[in-house]
């Protein structure tokens, strides 16, 4: 077999293709990942990181909900050092109907989602920042996730087992013999290289895209690109999910992520033609505000770091072209069958949340297709990094006293912390001093976790995701990018796309601190480093 | 479920801009590596904390709590406030016996005191010293400030009716020092006030401030001390229409600043009339009172700001006194932390650290050579004559020994 022959392409590095890419490759395929941009850049990254109970699905769409909650239970077992076991509250507002509440538990009890209703005032207890006058709550097993590390996860175990990655390459086109795809045309993003890759089968994983590139192969689509804003807060107001228990609306989820919380989301059809470039409006951000401050009142007084928004890959679960028939449930599409175009599979729909069953029916498929006979094993093996349950017992095997740098790197890192260099002063020295970040943690990722640009970086480090949005550590980061990629002009232009990307979502809530704060960022980098 | 019961901040971190200016002017940064650094204990650390307490880092104990870096922070940022409420929040390591010793100043004072001439000598001989550095981890170098045998209280309830006959009163919290370790400068308060028509009274029963209970992690008690002394406060200000004057810096910004900040404890209604006893002189200098100097006074006089003093923005009241003095040579020093920090530089552990911080103040005190140095703090005065050699005097008792 030629180096550029594979039996599986998988376009598209989002969760889905990422997570595509990880199950074939446990089941002994020879797997290549193609991504024109880098991991998680469309809808995985761009959304609010909830460990989704299943409970929000429950009244209106069961087979969601329990999907959700088959999916939660595996992913606290295979993903700990992605996720966060924060729990989650639906609360009930004197504006709410209550009678709801009883609709609301029933419907997750059939659905297998543990529901419990509390009293107000424990509520107020366990998760002190809730609207104070609440009547109602019903705890259930929400959670977070981290989707950048969940997908850079994934990645590197399908690495681990001799999967290939090639990102910010885009697919130009579709080699065909008859009817059957048989590889790709790609072009380098960075080099402007072009390179031809071959594989029996390949899987359309491009989530809103995938509209496009089913275009390229010949075949028909139809996505129904719906946008979702969001607002990230400057710290953890909250510690629980926050939920409305009402009939799902906009800005009524509070999930607490990392260092940060995050309120969305709302829901706007947009033309297909906008994807790659949402804005966010300030009709949304009044929105999102207004709505949040009802779940956690301090939410009006926190600061806001960004606003982001992300197009949710809804498509039409049959050939309807009309678009009535809209699902958020998983569609796999055998072109085969249904197209009459061989060696091209599309899976798309689905969530986040769903991505690991997602992955495991495009990789049946595929097995299918190959005549491989190997049970999937995804709900079961931990990925890389999750070995230990949770990050104090991670941090306490590596180090004998951790430093607050040390504990941040096992909680972003899990049990692949051990990895870091340090111990010494060059190493240990700080990057990111808002999140912790220190250049062996860097320089980790760097290795192991095809970064080629700052934004890469952040998505697998956090550096630059903090309060100060890569004012401090962005130029410092650089200089280490610039190192390892020997090219320091390549770096400078790199910097300036970075801070222009940072501006971008501080722009819409660009007030009061964080206006100063970015207003700081450009003095230093305009005037006192020349950019 | 964990119940989260510090899931929100009483400070104001996200007012930070990273300026790192607090870092640059942080004593204790420069002079121990094992400390992160103001910027990262408070506001950063801030953040990581309330996601998980796991965050909370015990190198937080070496912050002196001297508030420079709140003077210095140009985003009005409570950072010390930050980092000492974070150690009470989070760090539950019980307070060695050494610790709680340091910390029981009044407790200390009141046991010591009889026995004054005794516990004095004591202290004083080499062979204690050496036994307090091997057992109590109290540096062998340090010498404790000798007790005084009679209480500063006992000597003003004996004067107490040729004071009430002044027609202006004030009230005097006159703290751990002045009680029991040096009841002069207590008697020089005293003898400059009724220089302005004015009598001094007790408190009707004050306790120690607290602050070495703060630092020292024993915060419940620190609590109990500020809502008594608040309590007696109130008494004084509220009932009595009182105002109440202080001749030390720290105990003045703990009764003002971090019984609120720090212990949650309310005193809005006396704050305002807790005063350092040069800025109410000087308002009464400006209002056209007199005092009359000797006609032959000489000194050269260096004048170190104590932090807290400079956290509270007065020590410009102080300056005004002694530039006020006739035949006064006056010199301002250069701001600069001691390094003692109340019971800080005590400890066995610290003493390295404290001296590397005093140095720059040190040095300019050895190249100036004054006949005194001036300071509001009777910490600083401890290691600046035990660092220097120098005598140092409050401004207070500079004042009395100049009036005729």
Redesign the interface.
Known sequence: MKPNEFDVIIIGGGITGAGTQRDCAMRGLRTLLIERSDIATGATGRNHGLLHSGARYAVNDSESAEECIRENMILRRIAAHCIDETDGLFITLPEDDLGYQQTFVDACRKAGISAEIIDPDLARRLEPSVNPSLIGAVKVPDGSVDPFRLCAANMLDAKLRGGQVRLQTEVTGFIKEGDTVVGVHTRSRLTGEEADYYAPVTVNACGIWGQHMAEMAGVKVNMFPAKGALLIFAHRVNNVVINRCRKPSNADILVPGDTVCIIGTTSTRIPFEECDNVAVTPDEVDLLITEGAKLAPSLSETRILRAYAGVRPLVSADDDPSGRNISRGIVCLDHEVRDGLKGFITITGGKLMTYRLMAEIATDLVCKKLGVDKACETAETPLPGSEEKSYEAVAQKIWEAPTTAQKAAASRMGTRAARIRTGNKRDDALICECEEVSVGEINAAIDRLEVSTLTDLRRRTRVGMGTCQGEFCACRAAGLLAKAHGCVERERRDLEDFLQERWKGNFPIGWGDTLREAEYTQWVYKHVLGL | ?????F???KHN????????VCTAYCPVLQANPLY?GP??AG??????R??DP??F?KALKYCLNCKRCEVACP?GVAVADLIQAARIRYDHTPPKLRDRMLASTDFMGSLARPFAPLVNFGTGLGISKTLLDATLKIDHRRSFPKYSGRSFEGWLKRHRKEQAAFPEQVAYYHGCYVNYNYPQLGKDLVKVLNALGIGVQLLEKEKCCGIALITNGMSATAKKHADHNVAQLRQAVMDKGLKVVTTSSTCTLTLRDEYPNLLGVDNADVRESILMATRLICEKLEQGAQLKFKADYHKKIAYHVPCHLERLGWGVFSERLLRGIPGVEFYLLDSACCGISGTYGFKKENYETSQAIGEALFSQIRALSPDVVACDCETCKWQIEMSTGFQVMNPISILAEALE
Not at chain 2, 1 to 5: A, D, G
Not at chain 2, 43 to 48: H, K
């Open positions: 479920m964990k119940l989260q019961e899931t929100s901040s971190f996200e007012e930070c801009m990273k300026c790192t992160p910027k990262q506001p950063d650390g801030e953040r990581l309330l996601k796991y965050f880092n985003s």
